[in-house]
T-cell receptor
């Protein structure tokens, strides 16, 4: 089983749509979880941390289910500027560093 | 907003040559990392560095690779005897405390080995 697995995508959605990405992780000892966004040929940028109780930042909502080792990201009212690859990131067993999923590509169309 | 700075942005080198990729982490950060991303593939962990020593390294980070923090500000990745398959984007990252804040990445160095 891969350390971090994501929906492969790509997701092609119209502006205004709601889209959800899923991610599963294999290490039950992982403590911290993040969603990063990566634009083409650019560095990953932190979108949001994922907390046990779930958290929201504007149009973005992240959820964590530790029992199922599952993380999700919901984007409401998609904008053209949301087009990017979304990376699920999980800390390692000793929490010294992070492991990235392969990413889910989102294209929002007019 | 503080940035992680990487130089050069693009490096072309001949197979077998040594390259040094440079990074200036954010000044009050304590943990430093190198990741790489082969075109079209996922971001892969190479090495983490804390308290002037390697804290963890991946299987990719073999004897061909080394890291150094020579002067308290720069953080370098050296690749000896480069191979074609070393061609990738190399990202430096730093954090005060990754568990809470995540990492800040530099804009990367695109290494092309010919």
């Amino acid at each position: 089983r891969k350390e971090v697995e994501q929906d492969p995508g790509p997701f092609n959605v119209p502006e205004g749509a709601t889209v959800a990405f899923n991610c599963t992780y294999s290490n039950s000892a992982s403590q911290s979880f993040f969603w990063y966004r990566q634009d083409c040929r650019k560095e990953p940028k932190l979108l949001m941390s994922v907390y046990s109780s779930g958290n929201e930042d504007g149009r973005f909502t992240a959820q964590l289910n530790r029992a199922s080792q599952y993380i999700s990201l919901l984007i409401r009212d998609s904008k053209l500027s949301d087009s990017a690859t979304y990376l699920c990131v999980v800390t390692t067993y000793n929490n010294n560093d992070m492991r990235f999923g392969a990413g889910t590509r989102l294209t929002v169309k007019p | 907003e503080p940035e992680v700075t990487q130089t050069p942005s693009h490096q072309v080198t001949q197979m077998g040559q040594e390259v040094i990729l440079r990074c200036v982490p954010i000044s009050n950060h304590l943990y430093f990392y190198w990741y790489r991303q082969i075109l079209g593939q996922k971001v892969e962990f190479l090495v983490s560095f804390y308290n002037n020593e390697i804290s963890e390294k991946s299987e990719i980070f073999d004897d061909q690779f080394s890291v150094e923090r020579p002067d308290g500000s720069n953080f370098t990745l050296k690749i000896r005897s480069t191979k074609l398959e070393d061609s990738a984007m190399y990202f430096c990252a730093s954090t005060i405390q990754g568990l809470i804040y995540g990492y800040t990445f530099g804009s990367g160095t695109r290494l092309t080995v010919v």
